[in-house]
């Protein structure tokens, strides 16, 4: 099975930025998206890419802030985040997905990794 490890996540000011990476343990052609998750909150849909055509798709909420980009050859995801706002305080987590199209729905990914905490304070 796919494993991913999610890195990069911290404290940061409000205004802020970090960039999220995602490893997987074995190389994937599947789409790949990045989620998040509050406490008492459900998890959320944040950005999403395919492998090869250069597609993606952003939420309403972070899009002009976050870009998704990555890098095949090294089996790796990235989530740059900018402007960071408090409301963006979450554990995320990236995801891929066997086959198919960009997903916004987390049901439609089959691999997860375990979470980084990303903290924006005001």
């Known amino acids: 099975q796919v494993q991913l490890v999610e890195s990069g996540g911290g404290l940061v000011q409000a205004g802020g930025s970090l960039r999220l990476t995602c490893t997987a343990s074995e190389r994937t052609f599947s789409p790949m998206g990045w989620f998040r998750q509050a406490p008492g909150k459900e998890r959320e849909f944040v950005a999403a890419s395919s492998w090869n055509s250069g597609k993606t798709n952003y939420a309403d909420s972070v899009k002009g802030r976050f870009t998704i980009s990555r890098d095949n050859a090294k089996n790796t995801g990235y989530l740059q985040m900018n402007r960071l706002k408090p409301e963006d305080t979450a554990v995320y987590y990236c995801?891929?997905?066997?086959?198919?199209?960009?997903?916004?729905?987390?049901?439609?990914?089959?691999?997860w990794g375990q979470g980084t905490q990303v903290t924006v304070s005001s």
């Open positions: 995801a891929a997905r066997r086959s198919g199209l960009v997903a916004t729905a987390p049901n439609d990914y089959n691999y």
